[in-house]
């Protein structure tokens, strides 16, 4: 009896390449997957009022300084710095 026609020299050569590109397909959606849990974790709502507090803070720190120049301004002495943001 013949053995059966195969036209490959080498059997598995010939899957080695889409096995390859499978396996990088899938490494790359994981980390992509991570990726994305990481941000939903990261816009929890217990995480978005820690954002939100700091933003708040960041805007009286600016209403601060924007104030400081008006603030020296006013000042009756001119030799006064105003650079810590006092009169």
């Known amino acids: 009896m013949k053995a059966p026609l195969n036209l490959a020299h080498q059997p598995f050569r010939n899957e080695r390449l889409?096995?390859?590109?499978?396996g990088?397909?899938?490494?790359?959606?994981?980390l992509a997957t991570l990726r994305q849990s990481?941000?939903?974790y990261?816009?929890?709502?217990?995480r978005a009022r820690d954002v939100e507090a700091e933003v708040q803070?960041?805007?009286a720190e600016t209403a601060r300084l924007s104030a400081s120049p008006?603030?020296?301004a006013?000042?009756?002495r001119p030799t006064r710095r105003?650079?810590?943001?006092r009169p």
């Open 24 to 30: 990088l397909g899938t490494v790359a959606l994981a």
């Open 38 to 40: 990481v941000i939903a």
């Open 42 to 46: 990261e816009l929890l709502p217990g």
């Open 74 to 76: 006013a000042s009756r």
């Open 82 to 85: 105003c650079a810590s943001g």
């Open 57 to 59: 803070s960041l805007e």
């Open 70 to 72: 008006r603030a020296c």
């Open 18 to 22: 889409p096995t390859l590109l499978l």
